[in-house]
């Protein structure tokens, strides 16, 4: 039988509920536990692929094509497994079906309420994720007292009455606020959180506390009192330099003891060897670099969230520290800025904000010789710089961003221009590649066929394919079926690539993404040659 784990958040969001819930299911996992994860989101859209990223962060991509939250990518990334359609749902979503089946006759006539008929569709979805799982680990989004939410809780707690005491733990992850003016970490606003969840009918079996300051024994006693929660299941969250500690810094605390007596969990013995590698790869590398990323959104850094994970785990294969310079694409004087660094990364987007900065900073990196990375929409950037300042086509660009460009070397392929709905209508999940023998893809993959995951409208225009290839920008990977480019590569440059895909979406830190792992290897041979000598003068 499945045990099942509900994290909820309290006092204010965006407390780290998703790591916390991945750390956990990480644990459990180095038990011999087959976990499998739940993001529950209450807003009312049908996914979040229409939403902003300064509003919701990044869009994460499944195999499966699904646009789902930033949470499961943290899922993927903590447990090495795939998620899929399936690990993600929203408030939208749930009630679109429920909606769906009343206008089909499915009731019967009767009255469609929140209770049972929304909540019995959220435990459907619990239980249809959970199925071969020993532990299911369903994160809640929001915080408790949002209405929106309520439903979500709701089911939650009924899971608890109809599976009982030993099948269902409720963790909680909370603040403790550190009050400079009297210097002390204050528990009140956690209280009335756990007071706001038992209105519902939901006692927490687990505290997840986060603080700025060390929290005294003295406090977790006041907080076990006040919460009815025992002292060793107030678990410390503090502030980490890497969120990959936190598995550590919860398993120190015996937090996966405690899951495991409270569920009465079988489990094998423990193995952190591969995680606890990893982290004192990322404490002690060898090398320190620092790459620029050409972003639209860089004021809100989950935005890119999977990318800035992924050139951390291109680090840790190469023992070394990355340190993101987020470029302001805007600024016209853009070449200060990339000043001293050890490689370029244009990533995905939509808009064109910004977009004439990040064609100069393709440029800078094709004529200076820096390592050069582009995803997605960056791959469509390198294309149209080279058909500028090469093949000198003046006013080349995409057709997202000039509808009338007299050189449309990025355009829509004829099915999306008929597309009216905007969700979920692009080119989603995974696509196979063809990879030409002797490229730079090819030896960082080892392979000739690959697969990877896409979310985007607009490709490389073939008309214009032999003028770019027969200049020296060469298409190294072909999505056959349609002939789409999904892959290019510069001649005569030390590693200057771009992908029409989103190779973020599959990298870990126990498997770091081969392209990751190649670029950043290209930008600590380009921190060699800068700390040389002959060097020395050479960067841009």
């Not at 994720?129 to 408790?144: F, L, N, Q, R």
């Not at 569920?263 to 320190?288: C, F």
């Not at 660094?341 to 244009?346: A, F, K, M, Y």
Request: proline content about 5%; hydrophobic content about 40%; some cysteine.
């Amino acid at each position: 039988m499945t045990k099942y784990i509900f994290v909820t958040g309290g006092v204010v969001s965006s407390l780290g509920k998703g790591i916390s819930a991945s750390s956990i299911g990480k644990l459990l996992q180095a038990r011999g536990l087959h976990v499998t994860m739940l993001k529950c989101d209450p807003y009312i859209n049908v996914d979040p692929g229409t939403m902003n990223p300064f509003q919701h962060g990044e869009v994460y991509v499944t195999e499966d094509g699904a646009e789902t939250d930033l949470d499961l990518g943290h899922y993927e990334r903590f447990l090495n497994k795939e998620m899929h359609q399936s690990n993600n749902f929203t408030a939208g979503k749930v009630y679109e079906t429920v909606i769906a089946r009343e206008r089909k006759g499915d009731f019967l006539g009767t009255t469609v309420q929140v209770i049972p008929h929304i909540t019995d569709e959220i435990k459907n979805r619990f239980r249809a994720v959970s199925k071969g799982a020993d532990v299911a680990i369903i994160e809640i989004g929001g915080t408790v007292g949002d209405i929106e939410s309520l439903p979500f809780l709701e089911a939650a707690r009924q899971m608890g009455m109809e599976l009982g005491k030993d099948n269902v733990l409720y963790l909680h992850v909370t603040l403790i606020p550190y009050i400079k003016a009297s210097e002390e970490l204050k528990t009140k606003p956690t209280q009335h959180s756990v007071g706001k969840l038992r209105e519902i009918g939901i006692n927490p079996d687990v505290l997840v506390c986060r603080a700025e300051r060390p929290i005294s024994p003295e406090m977790k006693a006041k907080l076990s009192m006040f919460c009815s929660v025992p002292k060793e299941s107030v678990i410390e969250a503090p502030d980490v330099d890497s969120i990959y500690e936190v598995p550590l810094v919860f398993h120190k605390q015996g937090l996966d003891e405690q899951i495991i007596m409270l569920l009465r969990l079988r489990t094998q013995s423990k193995d952190l060897e591969s995680w606890t590698e990893v982290v004192r790869k990322l404490k002690n590398p060898k090398h320190e670099l620092v790459i620029a990323l050409a972003g639209k959104y860089t004021d809100y850094k989950d935005a890119y969230k999977s990318v800035n994970e992924a050139l951390i785990h291109g680090g840790i294969a190469n023992d070394s520290r990355v340190k993101i310079r987020f470029l302001d694409t805007t600024d016209p004087d853009i070449d200060k800025q990339l000043a001293g660094v050890h490689g370029i990364l244009v990533p995905g987007g939509f808009g064109d904000r910004g977009i004439e900065g990040k064609i100069r900073v393709a440029q800078l990196a094709r004529e200076n010789k820096i390592p050069y990375f582009g995803l997605c929409l960056g791959l469509q950037i390198a294309i149209i710089e080279f058909a500028r300042n090469v093949l000198k086509l003046s006013g080349a660009h995409s057709t997202e961003f000039d509808p009338k460009t007299r050189y449309p070397v990025i355009d829509l392929l004829p099915e999306q221009k008929t597309v009216k709905e905007m969700g979920a209508t692009m080119r989603l999940g995974t696509y196979d590649c063809q990879v030409k023998k002797g490229s730079l893809a090819n030896a960082a993959y080892g392979a000739t066929m690959i697969s990877e995951r896409h979310r985007h409208r607009y490709e490389v225009n073939n008309k214009f394919r032999k003028l770019i290839e027969d200049a020296g920008l060469k298409a190294t990977g072909i999505h056959v079926p349609k002939n789409l480019v999904e892959i290019v590569e510069l001649e005569d440059h030390p590693w200057f690539l771009a992908v029409q895909f989103h190779p973020e979406f599959k990298s870990r830190p126990e498997k770091p993404h081969p392209l990751f792992v190649d670029f950043i290897s290209a930008a600590v041979d380009r921190a060699r040659l800068m700390e040389s000598p002959r060097g020395a003068h050479s960067h841009a």
